[in-house]
């Protein structure tokens, strides 16, 4: 059977407190690329090689996520969540960091990515948002095309 977008993502078999789930969900990501820039510890995932939307602290036990957040939204999922801090070496007003420990649910987690995606894409220019098929990228479907279980 098959779904379309952010629905189809949310009932796919990923474990995100694994690295190889959350680095394959990561990087079906609309323009998503996964690099080293700051070392072997950390993945950063952008969205054309420009802009960051996720950083995976992958050698951690449990894994960390770095997102970027709405300033209120932040302050709000960490005073209800204890996995989720402010941004760990992040301008801490703008970016959480979601420790992935099983303790948050699944669809919380898969948000919280989709938005921070969002966020990058409204960031980016006219001319880029128009290559990521935008306002379809930003709005609802990040992934910019159906996505099959793997």
Same mark, same amino acid.
């Given at each position: #059977?098959?779904?379309s977008?952010?629905? +189809? ?8 407190? +694994?690295?190889? /789930? ?20 950390? @993945?950063?995932y ?5 802009? #960051?939307?996720?950083?995976? #602290? ?10 970027k ?7 709000? @999922? ?14 801490? +007003?703008?970016?959480?960091? =979601?420790?992935? /420990?099983?303790?948050?649910? /699944? ?13 990058? =894409?409204? +960031?980016?220019?006219k ?24």
């Open positions: #059977m098959r779904l977008g952010y629905r +189809q993502l949310m009932e796919l078999a990923f474990d995100l407190t +694994q690295t190889r /789930d959350v680095r394959r969900f990561l990087c079906q990501m609309t323009a998503a690329s996964e690099d080293m820039p700051f070392g072997p510890d950390a @993945l950063v952008k969205i054309l090689e420009k802009r #960051m939307f996720a950083l995976l #602290m992958w050698n951690r036990d449990p894994l960390a996520l770095n997102l957040c709405d300033p209120n939204q932040a302050l709000i @999922l960490r005073e209800q969540y204890a996995a989720i801090a402010p941004g760990y070496h992040m301008n801490k +007003q703008h970016w959480n960091t =979601v420790t992935l /420990d099983a303790s948050l649910p /699944d669809a919380l987690v898969i948000s919280m990515i989709h938005n921070s995606y969002t966020l990058v =894409v409204n +960031q980016l220019s001319k880029d948002q128009k290559l990521l098929g935008y306002p379809t990228a930003a709005m609802g479907n990040p992934y910019g095309r159906e996505v099959n279980s793997i």
